[in-house]
């Protein structure tokens, strides 16, 4: 038997749902715009599709009996879903949402500071930031826009540079005039040191490359501090606890404020950048290509 040999009309649900709800074929009536006899006779054609009485028929009333409280529950739920799942479509064609997914550092110190911007230029799109320490972990359906670090050899996805990546030491003010000055490589060796680890298949730019390419001669010991998450990486520096490394772009306004000090002097760049790159999963989507175009205005300013 097919599903719709089970299943009654949907009109006979919604009068046995407001029915079952006031107990009451007269208010039944009343909220469906319609009159008692009809009510009862949408009732008595669901009962007899059936198989099943609904209700015992009782002095100024109906109850439902136990098949009916049964039913009564299914349907009321299986309503509440349907005006729920309506509800959040309706909301989500006002207000599209575009799933945006970087690193903890991007979207902490260069995508969060920015977001204001594009907010009150398009305030109908809401954005969801995904984030992640290493390589990324989010499914291609979850994500409508990436923004990584890499070599932009992304699989015939559609993408552009965002920024190339740049970086140097960087420490604050009362630990540069504490150690300074950090004048040679050796000096720079001998300072404590604070690590960003990196999770399988990352490849930034970290302490060892670093020393590699400013004096391959230079040897220095294991970073004091390790940790898995640029931002406490960062505010570790702030505090004084020894030098790390900032990235180009990302921390310029750490920088421009003078929170942090860079040391120019042992900068390095690499061949990999931050690069927008959108989902090739993605349906075609004004929204996506708002943001995408807006990110490309940044990249033209960064350059």
Request: with cysteine; hydrophobic share 45%.
């Amino acid at each position: 038997m097919s599903i719709n040999e089970i299943l009654p009309s949907a009109k006979s649900l919604l009068v046995f749902e407001s029915a079952a709800r006031h107990l009451s074929f007269t208010r039944a009536a009343l909220e469906m715009g319609s009159t008692q006899p009809a009510v009862s006779q949408q009732v008595r054609v669901l009962e007899e599709h059936l198989g099943i009485q609904l209700f015992i028929r009782i002095y100024r009333g109906v109850e439902l009996t136990e098949a009916g409280k049964r039913l009564f529950e299914a349907v009321r739920e299986g309503f509440d879903l349907i005006g729920k799942t309506i509800l959040e479509l309706q909301n989500q064609k006002l207000h599209p949402r575009i799933n945006v997914a970087t690193d903890f550092a991007l979207a902490a110190y260069w995508l969060l500071p920015r977001l204001s911007e594009f907010r009150q230029r398009y305030p109908e799109i809401d954005i969801r930031i995904l984030t992640s320490q290493g390589k990324s972990n989010f499914t291609s359906n979850e994500v409508d826009v990436e923004i990584v670090l890499g070599d932009g050899q992304f699989a015939h996805r559609r993408s552009f540079l965002l920024f190339r990546e740049q970086a140097f030491p960087v420490c604050s003010p009362g630990f540069l005039e504490q150690h300074g000055p950090i004048n040679s490589a050796a000096a720079l060796a001998k300072l404590p040191l604070l690590k960003l680890d990196a999770d399988d298949g990352q490849h930034w730019l970290d302490w060892k490359k670093l020393f590699r390419a400013i004096d391959i001669n230079v040897e220095f010991g294991e970073p004091v501090m390790s940790f898995n998450n640029y931002t406490l990486l960062i505010q570790a520096a702030i505090a004084g606890q020894g030098v790390c490394l900032g990235w180009g772009t990302l921390i310029d306004e750490l920088l421009d404020s003078g929170v942090l000090v860079a040391l120019p002097e042992f900068s390095v760049s690499s061949d990999l950048g931050y690069y927008v790159v959108e989902s090739d999963n993605s349906e075609p989507a004004p929204e996506i290509d708002c943001f995408v175009a807006w990110l490309n205005e940044l990249e033209q300013r960064v350059a």
